[in-house]
């Protein structure tokens, strides 16, 4: 990984639908950053560490519960570089609905206007 590039971290519950999906499609939007996915469940299959928040320079959350819980659990200082993508927790993984809400939210959270994934 280059030392300029940005590093992103999606959040959902579960990093089973929507932070895995968010990732992917900035990966597909040829994004030049780093991007990778967590959940704020223990249960979750990539569990959202100390580490991982600190490292990233942006942190998209789908709901407001995830902001809370990395503030709460990692400490204030993180916050500015949290961005609430405020989508709900009723989608699978790739869904076309989830696709569409995601892609303008990614561009404009992550500064990727010019890019076209496809929308």
């Known amino acids: ?55 990233a320079d942006v942190i998209c959350v789908m709901e407001d519960a995830h902001r809370r819980h990395i503030i709460e659990k990692y400490g204030a200082s993180h916050a500015p570089k949290v961005i609430v993508l405020e989508i709900p927790d009723n989608y699978i993984c790739w869904e076309a609905e989830l696709v569409h809400l995601l892609k303008p939210k990614l561009r404009a959270a992550l500064g990727l206007s010019g890019a076209r994934g496809g929308q």
Not at 7 to 29: F, H, I, Q, W, Y
Not at 46 to 53: A, F, H, S
């Open 1 to 55: 990984m280059r030392a300029d590039m940005k590093k992103v971290l999606m959040v959902c519950t579960g990093n089973k639908d929507r932070s895995p999906t968010a990732a992917m499609l900035v990966a597909e939007m040829c994004a030049p950053m780093w991007v990778t996915s967590a959940g704020t469940e223990p249960w979750s299959r990539n569990p959202v560490t100390r580490e991982l928040v600190e490292e």
